[in-house]
């Protein structure tokens, strides 16, 4: 090599290490990542958790979508099927009842005693008027009480035979019932006027 080719590759050697300690300063080395690389990658992970989260609750929201749906035709099905067992108590209870009528139409056929006939009905009556009372069934009282819409079925309006029964029943056509705390059927009735 010539003297000459000696200096030039010297100045590309120096400006070599010149460029190297004049590099951008936020620039680091090839190695290492630069801060907006990391924030990237930040930002990614975060994306990722939120995602996961989002997944998550989906898949919870769908489950208990389901288990409600589930739930509801279940407590559907049991309502239905208590409804029809729940009148089978009541039809058991009226069964002994039956059999006293047809006991009673058995002996009135060859019966003479008008007597004992009328006192094996009120049997049977009074034991049905236990049954309901058990029940929760109960008459209401309507015979020359005040008139209330309410309470009465006004079938028709009379004179009242005295003056203290007008706007009172003076007949009760037909009984009214209550069931517990609730009227069942409204007594049919007759109004002084």
């Not at 930040?42 to 389901?66: F, G, M, T």
């Not at 009673?104 to 008027?129: H, Q, R, V």
Request: hydrophobic share 35%; proline share 3%.
């Amino acid at each position: 090599m010539t003297d000459q080719s000696k200096p030039a590759m010297e100045d590309k050697k120096v400006k070599a290490k010149k460029k190297k300690k004049t590099a951008h300063p936020l620039k680091k080395k090839t190695g290492e990542k630069t801060r907006a690389e990391k924030k990237t990658k930040k930002a990614e992970k975060i994306k990722e958790s939120y995602e996961e989260k989002i997944a998550e609750l989906q898949d919870k929201y769908i489950r208990l979508s389901a288990d409600f749906d589930n739930y509801r035709k279940r407590t559907l099905k049991e309502k239905i099927e208590l409804t029809k067992s729940a009148n089978a108590d009541i039809l058991l209870n009226l069964l002994p009842i039956m059999d006293d009528f047809e006991r009673a139409l058995i002996s009135m056929e060859g019966a003479k005693d008008c007597k004992a006939m009328k006192e094996g009905i009120d049997l049977i009556y009074n034991k049905f008027t236990e049954f309901l009372k058990f029940s929760g069934v109960k008459e209401i009282d309507a015979m020359h009480e005040e008139f209330d819409t309410d309470l009465h079925e006004a079938v028709t309006k009379i004179p009242a035979p005295k003056k203290k029964l007008k706007g009172k029943v003076l007949e009760v056509i037909q009984k009214g019932y209550w069931l517990n705390e609730k009227i069942i059927r409204y007594p049919k009735v007759v109004i002084g006027e």
